[in-house]
């Protein structure tokens, strides 16, 4: 199920792919010179969302469950009220012809009886021995009663069965007598009590018949119809049964109908959320859910659009600020030769003072827009995806020494060093030394001296801080000072630094797989704080 | 619909079905089934006697005694005419009596009304019947009575008792009205009127005495 699940699930490229015909018109391509753009624009596959997203989740009230009870419930239904309606109809068309036969075949043999009145007990016992040899449909227990006179097929001279009711019916002194029923449950077994009374014509047969006061009764068990009747219910439950197993096969039928699209969606949502915007479903046939998917391609084809649109005028912004620093610096570089000149010039003592001011000035501002340049630069890569890492298992206290003694940031009265010695790291020595750099320096432009910098193990990582004696950073300040040209007072508009510098060290950092922090210490002072694992 | 109210709805429906399926044989009431057996009673009417006594709940019980042939034979019926003779149902042709013999049979009825009064036999008292009706010197007398009015066919009898009747309980009143009837008319359909030496009780016929 579930590899089948994936085949029908495919991406666009997979698909192109299979077709032979390489259509892939990805972000990727449009990365420019970006020779490392393989990442592709799928950002950090979280393993954990993968495994829940591809495990066949069991719940206890899903669409399948609910389904299969809900054709469960119609079957148990549909098959009881059958069941129950099939029971009844039969059991009483049971009991009906057991009673007719009965009672009609008692009265008959009554009706052959000769009597005298009142009867002679001898006689009488001969006649209900005779019925009760004739029961139909079996034998039965025959009784007879006449005024006080009791008289019985069996041993004992009357039936505890027969109940009043059915006696005084008997009995009854009406102009029509009627032979009567009862169906009596004694100790679970069921009796059928029949009471015939018998009439006789006084003188002629067109004399209205008179009752003679004599009374048969007969009592036949019932066990034969129960053991029918019981046979018909187990009958009703095996067919109930097995009809409920094969309402399993539509409703499992019915849920996976359901179920199958309703994964691949899911799957399909789920590979849109990890970047793959050109997922597609197969929207086949014509009910609501493949709507639901045909609206879904509809929708992932637009945002596809969308996104793709965005970027590539994303990639057009950086391309041009790649661009527009590639092209400053070839004049820069003439300029910047031509300013050491007049710097010697400025120096020497050749022009007159207001002269020699304004080439200095000329020739410092050169030095910061080269210095921007090449920030800029190095952004840009960064955002092109282009900064490499070339990693190198070093001394980390080492690295941070040697970082301080190329700036000549050695006075200790400026720069306090408490580096542990022997973590060994695996860095890219060149943008490790741009990071404590730029923080050092920073600290030393805009905190106070003395500037601590530590250098220590913690746990799986090992931690560089930079603290400063300064006023440290305003909080509002303190979420923004990563930002690019981000300026602390607006109203300083010059500053020492290019501006990018705290953004650069955070890429490079990011770079690493770490993470840099900045923060104020309590005790007064700014404390930035890079991790990066080990 | 709620996943609460859909689980109510089904046992609901599944409850309804327990009614549907109580298993097994069920007790019933008394059900009328066809009608009673319609038996022969010896001796044969010819020679039988009904009298109407009381069963042990005061049910009116008939019993038929042997009374020998109230008509004399036939054959040594002297002076008639074999044309006067009329047909005996239960015997078919050969078996014809005469009318009158009939007639004068018939004054034998006051006979049974003794016999009724005397009470139940031997084996009557052993069947547990009992009589209502009161002891005493004195004969009943059955007679016809001119009809006036009514439906066709219509017969009144008239019974004289020398004891008091306005008193009698309902039970009493129907041995004494039914014995009547059916030693007069065959068809049990006369109405009789009782009187006794106290007044007369109203004109009814057997079955209505039920």
Redesign the interface.
């Known amino acids: 199920m579930k590899t089948r699940v994936k085949t029908r699930v495919k991406t666009r490229a997979e698909a192109g792919a299979e077709a032979g015909a390489e259509t892939r018109t990805g972000p990727e391509r449009e990365a420019g010179h970006a020779p490392a753009a393989g990442h592709g624009p799928e950002p950090e596959p979280a393993p954990r969302r993968r495994r829940r997203a591809r495990g066949p989740r069991r719940r206890p009230f899903g669409l399948r469950t609910r389904l299969v009870l809900a054709f469960l419930l119609v079957a148990a239904v549909g098959c009881g009220t059958t069941a129950a309606l099939t029971y009844r109809a039969a059991r009483n068309a049971i009991l009906e012809q057991t009673q007719d036969t009965a009672v009609s075949a008692f009265r008959e043999q009554v009706e052959n009886m000769r009597t005298s009145l009142p009867p002679e007990a001898e006689t009488l016992k001969s006649h209900v021995l005779l019925i009760a040899r004739q029961g139909k449909p079996r034998p039965w227990r025959v009784y007879a009663e006449y005024g006080t006179l009791r008289v019985s097929s069996t041993d004992r001279p009357t039936s505890s069965v027969i109940t009043p009711e059915l006696r005084a019916r008997a009995n009854a002194s009406v102009a029509t007598p009627h032979g009567s029923f009862q169906r009596v449950v004694k100790n679970g077994t069921p009796y059928l009590t029949m009471a015939v009374p018998a009439l006789f014509h006084a003188f002629a047969k067109e004399d209205a018949a008179q009752h003679t006061g004599l009374v048969y009764y007969a009592v036949l068990e019932l066990d034969e119809e129960e053991a029918n009747i019981e046979a018909m219910v187990a009958a009703a439950r095996d067919g109930a049964l097995p009809a409920l197993a094969v309402a399993l096969i539509p409703a499992l039928l019915a849920a996976r109908g359901v179920l199958r699209p309703v994964r691949e969606l899911r799957l399909a949502a789920h590979n849109m959320g990890r970047g793959r915007l050109d997922t597609r479903i197969q929207a086949k046939g014509s009910d609501e859910l493949s709507d639901l998917a045909r609206t879904f391609n509809e929708s992932a084809a637009a945002l596809e659009r969308s996104v793709a649109e965005l970027r590539r005028a994303e990639a057009r912004a950086r391309r041009f600020a790649s661009d527009v620093s590639h092209e400053l610096r070839t004049p820069l570089a003439g300029m910047l030769a031509v300013t050491e000149v007049l710097d010697e010039d400025a120096d020497s003592g050749t022009l007159d003072s207001d002269t020699a001011r304004a080439v200095r000035l000329i020739s410092a501002e050169t030095g910061r827009l080269a210095v921007l340049v090449e920030d800029l630069m190095e952004i840009s890569r960064f955002d092109a995806r282009a900064a490499e890492l070339h990693t190198d298992e070093v001394d980390a206290a080492d690295c941070v020494r040697k970082t301080l003694q190329n700036r000549h940031w050695t006075d200790p009265a400026a720069v306090v060093q408490d580096l542990v010695p022997g973590i060994r790291a695996r860095l890219d020595p060149r943008r490790f030394d741009v990071v404590v750099a730029n923080l050092v320096g920073n600290a030393l432009r805009h905190g106070g001296a003395p500037v601590t910098v530590r250098v220590y193990e913690a746990e799986d990582h090992f931690v560089t801080e930079v603290s400063d004696r300064g006023p440290g950073i305003h909080p509002d300040v303190l979420p923004h000072v990563f930002d690019r040209f981000y300026k602390a007072d607006p109203a300083r508009t010059r500053s020492a630094g290019s501006g990018l510098g705290l953004a650069i060290t955070l890429e490079n950092v990011r770079l690493h797989g770490g993470t840099v922090e900045a923060a104020n210490d309590p005790g007064g002072g700014a404390v930035f704080t890079v991790r990066i694992p080990l | 619909m709620t ?1 609460r109210r859909a689980a109510v709805a ?1 046992a609901a ?2 409850a309804g ?1 327990l009614p ?2 109580a ?21 044969i ?1 010819e020679t ?1 006697t ?1 009298l109407f006594f009381l ?3 005061g ?6 005694r042997e009374s020998g042939p109230r008509i004399p034979d036939p054959t040594s019926l002297p002076g008639h005419a074999e044309d006067e003779r009329v047909p005996l ?1 239960e015997f078919g042709p050969g078996y014809e009596i005469d009318e009158k013999a009939l007639a004068r049979a018939r004054a034998a009825d006051d006979k049974v009304i003794a016999a009724l009064l005397a009470g139940p036999n031997e ?2 008292a ?4 009992t009589t209502a009706l009161p002891h005493g010197p004195g004969i009943p007398h059955i007679q016809e009575e001119k009809v006036t009015g009514g439906p066709q066919g219509r017969r009144l009898l008239r019974l004289r008792t020398p004891f008091k009747v306005t008193d009698l309980p309902p039970g009493a009143v129907r041995q004494l009205v039914c014995t009547t009837v ?1 030693a007069r008319d ?3 359909l006369a109405e009789v009127t009782v009187t006794g030496p106290d007044g007369s009780l109203t004109p009814t016929t057997c ?1 209505d005495t ?1």
């Open positions: 996943r089904a429906a599944l079905l549907l399926a298993c097994g044989i069920q007790e019933s009431d008394v059900v009328e089934a066809g009608g009673a057996a319609t038996v022969v009673v010896s001796p009417p039988r009904v069963g042990p709940q049910r009116s019980v008939p019993v038929v149902d084996a009557e052993a069947a547990g019947l059916y065959r068809l049990g079955a039920l």
